[in-house]
């Protein structure tokens, strides 16, 4: 079964900062891995999603990469701002059916 | 606007008694998902459905039921709801073909509070 790691659970940066967030998951045959932001108390927007064939997706400051062989995924997030302070999230779909698996989220914090 | 709508937002109910959750989207997607998430243990998926008629189980099934009888629609039914149902509830969407077709959205949520 796919288990979905992100770490750190919480992040707290400046404003202005550049930071990384980190997906890792055990199994390699995915389909695609997508990021999403959650506000408390609200729903998932998805943020960026990338096929199994792809390295990298770019969204405005965000970029997000994968690397399948070492079951992982990075999202930067450049020059941070308090609006980008949310839950992150990612999600892959296996290859092997059509069931997705969710990390528990990196919570993130952008000081003013 | 395209969108998932979910009904309730918030729900508080006693043991044992049938509830409905509505999901509805108006984008045409064939893929439709029910999650419940809870602290500590992220999303988790209970039901899927690939199409109209075509439903399976996701991770965390038991205690639920769902059907899919039209391509908009996707209602989770709790027969006989218990305490560890509480949690909350998130109807998803995404079209189901080409490349981007897992590209997931996402309703609102449905707070469900069982006593």
């Known amino acids: 079964k796919q288990e979905v790691t992100q770490i750190p659970a919480a992040l707290s940066v400046p404003e202005g900062e550049n930071l990384v967030l980190n997906c890792s998951f055990t199994?390699?045959?995915?389909?695609?891995l997508q990021w999403f932001r959650q506000d408390p108390g609200k729903g998932l927007t998805s943020l960026l999603l990338?096929?199994?064939?792809?390295r990298e997706q770019t969204s405005g400051r965000l970029n997000a990469s994968l690397d399948k062989s070492s079951g992982r995924s990075t999202l930067y997030i450049a020059a941070s701002q308090p609006g980008d302070s949310a839950t992150y999230l990612c999600?892959?779909?296996?290859?092997?059916?059509?069931?997705?698996?969710f990390g528990t989220g990196t919570s993130l914090t952008v000081i003013p | 606007e395209a969108q998932v709508t979910q009904n309730p937002r918030y729900l508080i109910t006693v043991t044992g008694k049938k509830l409905t959750v509505t999901c509805s989207q108006n984008?045409?997607?064939?893929?439709m998902s029910w999650y419940r998430q809870d602290p500590g243990l992220g999303l988790r998926q209970i039901y899927y459905?690939?199409?109209?008629?075509?439903?399976d189980k996701g991770d965390v099934p038991e205690g639920y039921k769902v059907s899919r009888k039209e391509k908009r629609n996707f209602p989770l039914i709790l027969e006989s709801p218990s305490p560890n149902q509480t949690s909350l509830y998130f109807c998803?969407?995404?079209?189901?073909?080409?490349?981007?077709?897992?590209?997931?959205?996402f309703g609102p949520g449905t707070r469900l509070t069982v006593t």
């Open positions: 459905s690939m199409n109209v008629e075509v439903t």
């Open positions: 990338i096929q199994s064939s792809q």
């Open positions: 999600a892959v779909r296996t290859n092997t059916g059509n069931q997705f698996y």
């Open positions: 998803a969407s995404s079209l189901g073909r080409g490349p981007s077709s897992y590209e997931q959205y």
């Open positions: 984008m045409n997607h064939e893929y």
């Open positions: 199994d390699s045959a995915i389909y695609n």
